[in-house]
T-cell receptor
């Protein structure tokens, strides 16, 4: 069983479209994240949700809207896609009560905007 | 200021040799965790090893060990007996406590290439 699963793995879409990436974790964790990895491989936090509540919202355009229907799911919806949104998006999860709790990542979703 | 610094964009190592990947960090939080992740060309992020700020001993996991020097704020990853499958990007990351526990902050990564 995959601990953190995200779909789709690959997504090619045109500018201006709206798309969603789904994420689910079966680890019983209370916190989920979305990270963006750019073309230079730099990983940056976008959002962090704890028990379905938004905790971190880094300087991300409001075209990006996360939705957490329950603790095990955190979906990412992107409106009006732009070329610069092309990246790899990673979902992740962890328990947050200790700094030492490991964050586990999904396999990534490769988004290409053309 | 960068919280995690990895100064080696790329490294080469001969198969079966040991290699050290550098990582320095910056925090004023007394409680924090340091992590290393591996990202092979297939793209997934694989957790390798963890070191807590209060841990007295250096962490080890199989061929991976973490050379933790708290006073120098460094957490270097040592891979012993390199294998071809170790060729990948390696990321150092830090998680602080309190509000900082809600994210991992990553370095820019080191690309390791293992030469046969």
């Amino acid at each position: 069983d995959t601990a953190v699963s995200q779909t789709p793995k690959y997504l090619v879409t045109q500018m201006g479209n709206d798309k969603s990436i789904k994420c689910e974790q079966n680890l019983g964790h209370d916190t989920m994240y979305w990270y963006k990895q750019d073309s230079k491989k730099f990983l940056k936090i976008m959002f962090s949700y704890n028990n379905k509540e938004l905790i971190i919202n880094e300087t991300v355009p409001n075209r990006f809207s996360p939705k957490s229907p329950d603790k095990a799911h955190l979906n990412l919806h992107i409106n009006s896609l732009e070329l610069g949104d092309s990246a790899v998006y990673f979902c992740a999860s962890s328990q947050v009560d200790l700094a030492g709790n490991t964050i586990y990542f999904g396999e990534g979703s490769w988004l290409t905007v053309v | 200021a960068q919280k995690i610094t990895q100064t080696q964009p790329g490294m080469f190592v001969q198969e079966k040799e040991a290699v050290t990947l550098d990582c320095t960090y910056d925090t004023s939080d007394p409680s924090y965790g340091l992590f290393w992740y591996k990202q092979p060309s297939s793209g997934e992020m694989i957790f390798l090893i963890y070191q807590g700020s209060y841990d007295q001993q250096n962490a080890t996991e199989g061929r991976y060990s973490l050379n933790f020097q708290k006073a120098r704020k460094s957490a270097n990853l040592v891979i012993s007996a390199s294998q071809l499958g170790d060729s990948a990007m390696y990321f150092c990351a830090m998680r602080e406590s309190g509000a900082g526990s809600y994210q991992l902050t990553f370095g820019k990564g080191t690309k390791l290439s293992v030469i046969p």
